[in-house]
């Protein structure tokens, strides 16, 4: 996604929250908030839910494409088994990969995120542009552009060559033969790229909206910097980590757009598996089945997640 | 995005403690060094990009410097196709942008304005395309259209980008009402303004750098989609179909200037709203 979509999830999360206890705007009868939902849930009801339960069914469907699908009660539910026997290093590796991505944009957003929100004084809005900017390109061709980057015989690998850290790179089995295109740690490189922002504005926004007050006063009564960080400043960010590493894993575990442009088949994701089941093998079952457990993985993790963080503030 | 002052307790707080301890050093430091490392990362494709948009590749993939030339600025729409991509994917923006920012923002008053039942089960819904992959979203709209005999195309695009829009423009429209202070509709009403004039003379002008703000995010959504897109285009070739297809086929050139020219086109407009609400909020 692009810097749009990362802009207003930083102003969102800076708006001040107030109650949902509204007095209903006077003159406004009963139906109001209905007719005003109507038009666009209806749209979400039949573009969104339709077809989810659509895929489902599509799932259960016995037959090929050639002699038509069929659905015969209760449904052919041999396709999930199947795929996911066939698939399951796929599956493994997405989630593994959109972690390792997850965790890498952690690292990476937290300082940044706590510079601009606590220590860049009258630079904040210039280095929040900044922090966007590079997002306003297509992601298409970010990612293209990272091919060149990493090539073979470029700066960067011939630097980590040279510093054989390559070879401890391959000892990690990321990489391969003194190369990073082409390996798990490219596409690796590429998810924590593309959804580096994800994280970082919902963590400034959580940091920004702290009260300074309360670090001091941790120090004031003996914490050491360390102790304040941990104690202070970490708790109170949470909201802000636990949005950034939604917002980084969802996405991140059903791309395939990094791992077809920066990997191999070998180190195919879920999603290149559905895009090939639809659009190669065109085995429209397979692809569904597959397609409907990720979102049912995905979703069970999301609520798991959320329910451990204890956090409401969500998206 | 607001432009916040920074509070006086942290800056007041660096300036009356001294540094002292290895963390003090550290996030004095260390913290500005690695936020300007990681910067340096998130620039560096855009630098490949801009540079290579300058390049007169050897052959089909524009990967490898070789030397300058300017032709790929001055002959843009010579790659075939990419120039009708562009404007379709510019026509697919503005539709879904209307069309999701007019449904968007009657959910985000119904949900930000009023109590009622399934409230609750409203916000989920427009939750839930958001914690969706895209692969999902794209998968089931095309089991939905393959199911019911739809021939996909254009308006099969328009529709999945309306859908996956949405949801972003409520949640950004509904945080502005959110942050509106009840006092200022409640003062019109003592002045005797009617229901009506004050909707559109106080709330609406509130809520509007919002919706402008959801207008701005609906597109860059809707131009910059692949995944969904890819699922339910036919053979209709939006620009990042055409970009996804040059990465098999051999990359132009002027791909990088179209790169190029959005980075400068969107900071340029970022810059302007900043400037903008800057001399605003100074009156």
Known sequence: MSGGAVLATSVEQQEPRRGPDLPRAVGTSRATPYLLLSPGMLWLAVFFVVPTLMLLVTSLYTGSLDQGYTFEFPGHWATYSNALTEYWPQFLRSFLFAGLATVFCLVLAYPL???IALRSGAWKSTLLVLVIAPFFTSFL????????ILADDGAVVRTLNSLHITDLLTWLHLTEADRILNTPLAVVLGLTYNFLPFMVLPIYASLDRMDGRLVEAAQDLYASSWAALRKVTWPLSLPGVVAGTLLTFIPAAGDYINAELLGTAKVSMIGNVIQDQFFV??????????????????????????????????V | MAVTTPSSDSSSMSVRRRPRGPVRWLRSRLIPLVGLLVLLYMFAPIFVVVLFSFNQPSGRFNYQWVHFSTNAWTNLCQVGGMCEALRLSLLIGVVATLCSVLLGTLVAFAIGRHRFRGRSGANLMVFMPMATPEVVMGSSLLALFVG?????????????????CLSFVVVTVKARIASLDPRLE???????????????????????????????????????????????????????MFVWGAAQRGTPPQVNVVGSLMFVLSLAVVIATQVVRRRRSRV
Do not use: C
């Not at chain 1, 061709?141 to 060149?148: H, P």
């Not at chain 1, 079952?285 to 963080?309: E, G, H």
């Not at chain 2, 019911?148 to 996956?164: D, K, P, S, Y």
């Open chain 1, 113 to 115: 995120a706590y510079f």
């Open chain 1, 141 to 148: 061709i970010r990612t293209l552009a990272w091919k060149t």
């Open chain 1, 281 to 314: 093998v065109t085995d429209y079952p397979t692809a569904s089945a597959l397609s409907f457990v990720l979102m049912l993985a995905i979703i069970s993790m999301v609520f798991f997640y959320v329910r451990r963080a204890g956090t409401e503030e969500l």
């Open chain 2, 186 to 240: 409640q003062a019109a009403m003592d002045l005797y303004a009617n229901e009506r004039t004050t909707f559109w003379k106080v709330t609406f002008p509130l809520v509007l750098p919002g919706i402008v703000g959801a207008s701005l995010l609906a597109f860059s959504l809707s131009f910059d989609d692949f995944i969904v897109t890819n699922f339910n285009s036919g053979s209709t070739v939006t620009f990042p």
């Open chain 2, 148 to 164: 019911m005999n739809v021939a996909r195309g254009t308006g099969t695009v328009l529709v999945a980008h309306i859908m996956f």
